[in-house]
Structures are given as C-alpha cells and as structure tokens.
T-cell receptor, first 111, second 116 residues
Framework: DAKTTQPDSMESTEGETVHLPCSHATISGNEYIYWYRQVPLQGPEYVTHGLQQNTTNSMAFLAIASDRKSSTLILTHVSLRDAAVYHCILRVSSSFSKLVFGQGTSLSVVP | NSKVIQTPRYLVKGQGQKAKMRCIPEKGHPVVFWYQQNKNNEFKFLINFQNQEVLQQIDMTEKRFSAECPSNSPCSLEIQSSEAGDSALYLC??????????????FGEGSRLIVV
C-alpha cells in the first residue's frame, strides 16, 4: 500500500475552518483516498473518501489535487467535538483489501 | 454511533490466560476485519473474513490467535495464551464489500485488553 504523509498535529479555534493536508506522492491509479478520525478510547470513525473528484458530505469536504498526489480534508465551523486524530489512508479498489493506517494528524480545537 | 458492536469493552487477563473478544458486524456486511492498535496508536491488521471464510491473516494471528465468524453468531477473536505485548485496543470493522461504499470499513468501539 502506498504511503501517506501528514503533519503530526494542528490546532484550530472553534468556528474556524481547518485544512488538514495529506501527501500521497506514490498513489496508484486504483487507490482511493480515505479519511477516518479517532478520539481516545473509541474506534476510528469514517469521515469521507474519494478517487479523483472532490467530495463533500455532512462531515467534511475532500479536495483532491488534479495529479492526485495530495489531498486536503476541510472542516468548516469546527467545534470541540471535532478534536480527534485524523487519518489519511489509501486503499486499492478491491473490496477486501485492508486499510493501512499511519499515525495521523492530531487536531486540537480551542474555545 | 457505531453499528458494529464489540464486547467486552475492557478485559484484564493474566499472562498465559485466554482472552476472547466478540464482534457483531453491521447488518448485511459480509466482510469483517480485526485490527490491533497499540499505545502508540499504530494499527496492525490481524485477520479478515468474508462471511465465514478467512481471506487474509498475519503469521501471529495464525499461530497464537483463534478467530471465527460463524453464521448467525457473533464473530470472535481469541488469544490462546496472553502475553504482555498483547495489551492493546482490538478493533473490529465490517464492510458491505460491494458498490461505491463497498470499500469503506465501519469500526466498532473496540475491546481494550490489559495483560498483567
């Protein structure tokens, strides 16, 4: 599985928009970009995923670079509940292939 | 709220004891994964199933763990003889296995094992 690189930590203030970057320079054409987040003592929570096009849902907006070598998870109007470790993961399109997690970005949100 | 149900949330075992964890995947999800997350938040894939069949597993799982996903019963992961290094959060995840969302894994809240 291709490698992703994320900053170890970021900080934001409540109500702001935060951009979480992820670099995946060796991504393959059949690899999807997945984002999960995890708070202490709980399992990872699915946030979003995409292949080439930008995607949006109730949780976040995923912007994917045209060359697919990087992506950015954008959280708008962050709240204290958005504080978590955010994992950017690549997964091949096979239904049964496993996810490979890195250590992610620890996002802290201050009032 | 997670629809993948894991029990127990916590278990404490002595070295050499068996440790068994259970998982009820989300309804309709035929694909089940087990991961181990250590105190450094690093994930290790252990094993995955499609329905009752093992798809992949790592060497450690094959030698020291017993895992199954019987039909109409919870999936289970059991360490035959617990070691201190097995202390971790054990995460179960399920997937629809097909369609646009087929690659998405949905995780339970995990079972935290402490081996004393």
């Amino acid at each position: 599985d291709a490698k992703t690189t994320q900053p170890d930590s970021m900080e934001s203030t409540e109500g702001e928009t935060v951009h979480l970057p992820c670099s995946h320079a060796t991504i393959s054409g059949n690899e999807y970009i997945y984002w999960y987040r995890q708070v202490p003592l709980q399992g990872p929570e699915y946030v979003t995923h995409g292949l080439q096009q930008n995607t949006t849902n109730s949780m976040a907006f995923l912007a994917i670079a045209s060359d697919r070598k990087s992506s950015t998870l954008i959280l708008t109007h962050v709240s204290l509940r958005d504080a978590a470790v955010y994992h950017c993961i690549l997964r091949v399109s096979s239904s049964f292939s496993k996810l490979v997690f890195g250590q992610g970005t620890s996002l802290s949100v201050v009032p | 709220n997670s629809k993948v149900i894991q029990t127990p949330r916590y278990l404490v075992k002595g070295q050499g004891q068996k440790a068994k964890m259970r998982c009820i995947p989300e309804k309709g999800h035929p694909v089940v994964f087990w991961y181990q997350q250590n105190k450094n938040n690093e994930f290790k894939f252990l094993i995955n199933f499609q329905n009752q069949e093992v798809l992949q597993q790592i060497d450690m799982t094959e030698k020291r763990f017993s895992a199954e996903c019987p039909s109409n019963s919870p999936c289970s992961l059991e360490i035959q003889s617990s070691e201190a290094g097995d202390s971790a959060l054990y995460l179960c995840a399920s997937s629809p296995g097909q369609g646009n969302s087929g690659n998405t894994l949905y995780f339970g809240e995990g079972s935290r094992l402490i081996v004393v």
